[in-house]
C-alpha cells in the first residue's frame, strides 16, 4: 500500500491527463496543465521568499481557483496549507494566523484594509499574496498573485526537505474558548480516510498506488466533475474538493460570493455537473422552494450525488429533492474536522433516510464517558467516536489534544463531543453535542465569545448566547440579556455591537430580555433554563 502524498498524485494527474478541465468557475477553465504549471510556479516563489520544512501558508479566500492552487502550491513545497474563514473579523483572523504561525497569506484584495490594519501584529509572515479581485488595487507591501503564477512550467517544485506522507494539512475550526483550533491532518491519514483515490457513493474504489490511479484516467474520456457550493474554507467543500482531484476530475465554483440558489442550479446545468457538496437545509431548503417554483427550468440529468456534512438535512427535504431528480442519490454524512466518516445515511428516490438517523462508519463505536463500548439497542447513551485515520491533535494545543483524542479499548479515538444513541439495528440517532455550540448554517458558534462581546456592550448587565431553532440555518442565535441598571437595549444595538468585533453570522438575530441571568455561586448558568425561556418568550418550538 502506497504512504500518499497529494502532491505527488496531482503531478501524477497532470502528466496523465494534461488538457482536461481542473478547475471551472464561471468562464474561466483551468486545465490540468495549467493547474500543475501554476501551482509549481508559487510553490517555487514560497521557497525563494524563505519558507521551510513545513511553514504554514494560509488561504484567506473566497471560493475561487487560486484556493485550491495555494493548498497544492503548499503540497508541493513540503508546506502545510491552512484555511481562514472569510466571515472573520480583525481579531478573529489575527489569532488565527498568529496560532499557526502563518509565514506566508494568500488574500483576496477585498480584504486588503483588514489585513493592513493587523500586519504589524503578524511580523512572522514573510509573504504576502494579494489575488487582484477589481476591489483594491494591490498593496505595495504585497505580491501580486498572478505576476508569481502566470508564465511557463518551471517543472516538478520541491524544497530541499522533500515531501512526506507525514506532511500537514492544517484545518481550522471552532474552539471551546470560541477561537479557532487547528486539527493536525497527515496527508496520508487524510488521502485514506476521503477515499484513497475513490469514491465508495459514486462506485470509484480506491487505489492502490499513485501508479493505478494516474492508469484509471483516459484522456479521451470525461471524468467527475464537482461542484463545492459551500465554502472551501470548510473542511465539508474542502475535502470533497480533495475527493474530486484525486479522481482526475474538475472542481466547479459559484462565480458569486452571496449565495444565488439560481446561479447554483443553472452552473449545474451549463458543466453537467455530477456531485454538487451542499450544508444541509441553508443550501437544500432554497433549492428545494426554486425547484418546486420552476419545475422543468433546469436539466439536472448530469446529477448522480448530492452531498451534505455538518449540519441538519431534513428528511422532508430530502424526498422533496427526490421528486424533481429523481435518479440522484443523496448522501448525508456525519462528521467533523476532526473526525471523518463518523456515519452517514444514503438516500434514494422512494426511501429517505430519517432526519439525524446514520448508519455508523466502519471504524466508528459509541462508548459511555468512562469507556464502555455502548451495546446497540440498550437505549444507553454515550459519545460518538472514530478511529482508524484520525488526525494528530490540535496544533499547538495539547490539553485540548488530550481532551478529544482519547483511548479507549487500548485504541486511540476521535471524540469530538457528539451524543448519540445506538439502535439495535446498528443505526445511529445523534442526540446533540454535550457541550452548547450553536450550529447555524453550517458554521459552529460557541456561546462564551458571543456573551462576552455582548457584556462589553453598556446596556448589558449579563448575557447568554442560545440556539433557537431555524428552517433554514438549522439554529439562529438569540441573546438573553440581563440589562444593566436603567438601560433598554434592543436588538439592532446589540446586533451591530457584536458584528463590530466578531463574524456577523454570530450576532444575534434574536433578544430576550431577563430579571436576571441567575448565575450559580461559581459562575455557571442554566443554559437549558433559558433556552425554555427564550423559546417559551419567541412563541417557537423546540
Given at each position: 500500500?502506497?504512504?500518499?502524498?497529494?502532491?505527488?498524485?496531482?503531478?501524477?494527474?497532470?502528466?496523465?491527463?494534461?488538457?482536461?478541465?481542473?478547475?471551472?468557475?464561471?468562464?474561466?477553465?483551468?486545465?490540468?496543465?495549467?493547474?500543475?504549471?501554476?501551482?509549481?510556479?508559487?510553490?517555487?516563489?514560497?521557497?525563494?521568499?524563505?519558507?521551510?520544512?513545513?511553514?504554514?501558508?494560509?488561504?484567506?479566500?473566497?471560493?475561487?481557483?487560486?484556493?485550491?492552487?495555494?493548498?497544492?502550491?503548499?503540497?508541493?513545497?513540503?508546506?502545510?496549507?491552512?484555511?481562514?474563514?472569510?466571515?472573520?473579523?480583525?481579531?478573529?483572523?489575527?489569532?488565527?494566523?498568529?496560532?499557526?504561525?502563518?509565514?506566508?497569506?494568500?488574500?483576496?484584495?477585498?480584504?486588503?484594509?483588514?489585513?493592513?490594519?493587523?500586519?504589524?501584529?503578524?511580523?512572522?509572515?514573510?509573504?504576502?499574496?494579494?489575488?487582484?479581485?477589481?476591489?483594491?488595487?494591490?498593496?505595495?507591501?504585497?505580491?501580486?498573485?498572478?505576476?508569481?503564477?502566470?508564465?511557463?512550467?518551471?517543472?516538478?517544485?520541491?524544497?530541499?526537505?522533500?515531501?512526506?506522507?507525514?506532511?500537514?494539512?492544517?484545518?481550522?475550526?471552532?474552539?471551546?474558548?470560541?477561537?479557532?483550533?487547528?486539527?493536525?491532518?497527515?496527508?496520508?491519514?487524510?488521502?485514506?480516510?476521503?477515499?484513497?483515490?475513490?469514491?465508495?457513493?459514486?462506485?470509484?474504489?480506491?487505489?492502490?498506488?499513485?501508479?493505478?490511479?494516474?492508469?484509471?484516467?483516459?484522456?479521451?474520456?470525461?471524468?467527475?466533475?464537482?461542484?463545492?457550493?459551500?465554502?472551501?474554507?470548510?473542511?465539508?467543500?474542502?475535502?470533497?474538493?480533495?475527493?474530486?482531484?484525486?479522481?482526475?476530475g474538475a472542481v466547479v465554483t459559484l462565480p458569486s460570493r452571496s449565495f444565488d440558489v439560481g446561479e447554483l442550479l443553472h452552473e449545474v446545468e451549463r458543466n453537467r455537473v455530477e456531485a454538487l457538496i451542499i450544508v444541509g437545509q441553508a443550501f437544500a431548503g432554497?433549492?428545494?422552494?426554486?425547484?418546486?417554483?420552476?419545475?422543468?427550468?433546469?436539466?439536472?440529468?448530469?446529477?448522480?450525488?448530492?452531498?451534505?456534512?455538518?449540519?441538519?438535512?431534513?428528511?422532508?427535504?430530502?424526498?422533496?429533492?427526490?421528486?424533481?431528480?429523481?435518479?440522484?442519490?443523496?448522501?448525508?454524512?456525519?462528521?467533523?474536522?476532526?473526525?471523518?466518516?463518523?456515519?452517514?445515511?444514503?438516500?434514494?428516490?422512494?426511501?429517505?433516510?430519517?432526519t439525524a438517523k446514520f448508519q455508523l462508519g466502519p471504524t466508528c463505536a459509541v462508548f459511555t464517558e468512562d469507556g464502555r463500548r455502548v451495546t446497540p439497542g440498550s437505549g444507553e447513551r454515550g459519545l460518538v467516536a472514530v478511529g482508524g485515520f484520525i488526525p494528530?491533535?490540535?496544533?499547538?494545543?495539547?490539553?485540548?489534544?488530550?481532551?478529544?483524542?482519547?483511548?479507549?479499548?487500548?485504541?486511540?479515538?476521535?471524540?469530538?463531543?457528539?451524543?448519540?444513541?445506538?439502535?439495535?439495528?446498528?443505526?445511529?440517532?445523534?442526540?446533540?453535542?454535550?457541550?452548547?455550540?450553536?450550529?447555524?448554517?453550517?458554521?459552529?458558534?460557541?456561546?462564551?465569545?458571543?456573551e462576552e462581546a455582548l457584556k462589553r456592550h453598556s446596556s448589558v448587565r449579563d448575557a447568554v448566547a442560545v440556539g433557537i431553532p431555524d428552517q433554514r440555518f438549522g439554529e439562529t442565535i438569540c441573546a438573553v440579556v440581563e440589562a444593566a441598571p436603567g438601560a433598554?437595549?434592543?436588538?439592532?444595538?446589540?446586533?451591530?455591537?457584536?458584528?463590530?468585533?466578531?463574524?456577523?453570522?454570530?450576532?444575534?438575530?434574536?433578544?430576550?430580555?431577563?430579571?436576571?441571568?441567575?448565575?450559580?455561586?461559581?459562575?455557571?448558568?442554566?443554559?437549558?433554563?433559558?433556552?425554555?425561556?427564550?423559546?417559551?418568550?419567541?412563541?417557537?418550538?423546540?
Amino acid at each position: 500500500m502506497s504512504a500518499w502524498n497529494f502532491a505527488d498524485v496531482y503531478e501524477a494527474v497532470a502528466a496523465r491527463v494534461p488538457d482536461a478541465p481542473c478547475q471551472i468557475q464561471g468562464d474561466r477553465v483551468i486545465t490540468w496543465a495549467q493547474f500543475d504549471s501554476r501551482t509549481n510556479r508559487l510553490a517555487a516563489d514560497m521557497i525563494e521568499a524563505g519558507l521551510t520544512k513545513q511553514s504554514k501558508v494560509a488561504a484567506y479566500l473566497f471560493n475561487c481557483p487560486e484556493y485550491l492552487e495555494t493548498y497544492v502550491a503548499a503540497f508541493k513545497g513540503g508546506f502545510a496549507p491552512v484555511n481562514t474563514n472569510y466571515r472573520y473579523g480583525p481579531e478573529e483572523v489575527t489569532y488565527l494566523f498568529d496560532n499557526a504561525d502563518a509565514e506566508a497569506v494568500v488574500f483576496h484584495a477585498t480584504f486588503v484594509p483588514l489585513v493592513e490594519g493587523i500586519r504589524p501584529n503578524l511580523p512572522g509572515v514573510r509573504r504576502w499574496y494579494c489575488v487582484a479581485d477589481g476591489s483594491h488595487a494591490v498593496p505595495t507591501w504585497a505580491v501580486d498573485y498572478a505576476s508569481v503564477v502566470d508564465g511557463p512550467n518551471p517543472g516538478s517544485t520541491r524544497g530541499p526537505w522533500g515531501r512526506s506522507p507525514d506532511d500537514l494539512l492544517l484545518l481550522y475550526t471552532g474552539g471551546t474558548t470560541g477561537m479557532p483550533k487547528g486539527v493536525m491532518w497527515r496527508q496520508d491519514d487524510l488521502f485514506n480516510v476521503i477515499g484513497s483515490g475513490g469514491n465508495a457513493v459514486l462506485g470509484i474504489p480506491p487505489a492502490a498506488s499513485i501508479e493505478e490511479l494516474a492508469g484509471r484516467l483516459d484522456p479521451s474520456e470525461r471524468n467527475i466533475v464537482l461542484m463545492s457550493a459551500c465554502p472551501l474554507m470548510h473542511g465539508t467543500g474542502q475535502f470533497s474538493s480533495l475527493i474530486a482531484l484525486n479522481a482526475g476530475g474538475a472542481v466547479v465554483t459559484l462565480p458569486s460570493r452571496s449565495f444565488d440558489v439560481g446561479e447554483l442550479l443553472h452552473e449545474v446545468e451549463r458543466n453537467r455537473v455530477e456531485a454538487l457538496i451542499i450544508v444541509g437545509q441553508a443550501f437544500a431548503g432554497p433549492i428545494l422552494d426554486d425547484l418546486e417554483s420552476n419545475p422543468g427550468r433546469y436539466d439536472l440529468s448530469s446529477l448522480r450525488m448530492i452531498s451534505s456534512s455538518g449540519v441538519m438535512w431534513s428528511q422532508e427535504n430530502k424526498q422533496g429533492l427526490l421528486k424533481h431528480i429523481p435518479q440522484v442519490v443523496l448522501f448525508d454524512s456525519f462528521g467533523s474536522s476532526e473526525a471523518v466518516g463518523m456515519g452517514g445515511s444514503i438516500s434514494a428516490a422512494g426511501a429517505a433516510t430519517e432526519t439525524a438517523k446514520f448508519q455508523l462508519g466502519p471504524t466508528c463505536a459509541v462508548f459511555t464517558e468512562d469507556g464502555r463500548r455502548v451495546t446497540p439497542g440498550s437505549g444507553e447513551r454515550g459519545l460518538v467516536a472514530v478511529g482508524g485515520f484520525i488526525p494528530l491533535g490540535y496544533y499547538g494545543d495539547e490539553a485540548k489534544t488530550a481532551q478529544t483524542f482519547r483511548i479507549f479499548e487500548g485504541q486511540r479515538w476521535s471524540v469530538p463531543g457528539d451524543w448519540a444513541e445506538v439502535l439495535a439495528d446498528g443505526t445511529l440517532v445523534l442526540l446533540g453535542r454535550g457541550s452548547v455550540c450553536i450550529n447555524t448554517g453550517g458554521e459552529k458558534v460557541f456561546p462564551e465569545e458571543v456573551e462576552e462581546a455582548l457584556k462589553r456592550h453598556s446596556s448589558v448587565r449579563d448575557a447568554v448566547a442560545v440556539g433557537i431553532p431555524d428552517q433554514r440555518f438549522g439554529e439562529t442565535i438569540c441573546a438573553v440579556v440581563e440589562a444593566a441598571p436603567g438601560a433598554t437595549p434592543t436588538l439592532e444595538e446589540l446586533n451591530a455591537h457584536v458584528k463590530a468585533s466578531l463574524a456577523p453570522y454570530k450576532a444575534p438575530r434574536h433578544l430576550v430580555v431577563v430579571d436576571t441571568i441567575g448565575r450559580a455561586p461559581n459562575g455557571k448558568v442554566d443554559y437549558k433554563r433559558l433556552k425554555s425561556v427564550a423559546l417559551e418568550r419567541l412563541g417557537v418550538g423546540s
